[in-house]
């Protein structure tokens, strides 16, 4: 089965090798991991930043994959940005779909989905200054953190959960634990494999956890890589090939695992 885990910055083109066009962009950059699942984190949902495109339907098309799942961290009002509240739809899916504007985390699968479920972590009340680099050039700004989840696709013989945490400290160490208390006892109360994939703003996330990374190497920023904040993990030492993969969206590589039955 191959995997892969991809932070697509809401489909934005970092490096501009063919295409100018994000959709397409994106939608070459999905075919190109030819994966059976793939777990994305900042994904838009009918935001009007990415031309209002269904990120994750568009992803499964080009995948090729029937089953998928879209978990908002939040909605839009206009183009502000609100919570999550009660009546909300916190999993929409190929089964039921909307039109809301949001913005999250996703699931694509080849391989069928027998249910999903949802967990919500959590969260930083504040942000930090951040800097972005963009080759030579770099910034300073304030960032404000939002709400984050996990989503897990049951499948037949192991469930696969995908995760985005903050960017917060110590907010993501908590959030790393509380995600990893989740999937051990899903795996104990199902008795199948828990694989756990995202992007864990974390340089060492299986530190001090009985979590074992399936695949090591520099995944962000894309243009001079010197950290691994994406992961793909299990509680038990599987056999795996792996890589990572730089495309023209987004300034994270991709996380690509091949895992043996």
């Given amino acids: 089965m191959r995997l892969a885990t991809w932070n697509i910055l809401h489909g934005k083109i970092i490096s501009q090798k063919e295409e100018s066009d994000p959709g397409i962009a994106f939608a070459k950059a999905i075919a190109i991991l030819d ?5 994305l984190q900042e994904v838009d949902h009918f935001h009007p930043r990415s031309f209002s495109a269904h990120q994750t339907e568009n992803a499964a098309r080009a995948m090729g994959a029937t089953n998928w799942a879209f978990a908002p961290s939040y909605f839009l009002n206009g183009h502000l940005e609100r919570d999550i509240r009660d009546g909300d ?7 039921n779909s909307n039109h809301v504007p949001a913005y999250g985390i996703a699931i694509i699968s080849k391989v069928p989905v027998l249910k999903w479920e949802r967990l919500d972590l959590r969260r930083a009340r504040f942000g930090k200054i951040m800097r972005i680099s963009e080759g030579a050039k770099s910034k300073r700004f304030y ?3 939002h709400a984050r989840s996990a989503l897990a696709a049951f499948l037949e013989d192991r469930i696969v959960i995908n995760t985005h945490l903050s960017f917060v400290q110590p907010f993501n ?3 790393a634990r509380e995600v990893m208390r989740w999937g051990k006892a899903l795996e104990e109360k199902y008795q199948l494999p828990v694989l756990l994939m995202g992007d864990f703003n974390l340089f ?6 009985k979590w074992i990374s399936l695949g090591s190497g520099l995944t962000f920023p894309i243009w001079e890589p010197d950290r691994q904040i994406d992961y793909i993990m299990s509680r038990k030492n599987i056999s795996t090939t792996y890589t990572t993969v730089g495309l023209e969206i987004s300034d994270h590589r991709a996380l690509i695992c091949e895992v043996t039955p």
Avoid at 35 to 39: E, R, V
Wanted: some cysteine.
């Fill in 35 to 39: 994966c059976d699942l793939i777990g």
């Fill in 89 to 95: 739809q916190l999993i929409v899916t190929d089964q």
């Fill in 143 to 145: 960032a404000k953190d």
């Fill in 173 to 175: 160490f908590f959030q």
């Fill in 204 to 209: 060492h996330a299986t530190r001090f956890s």
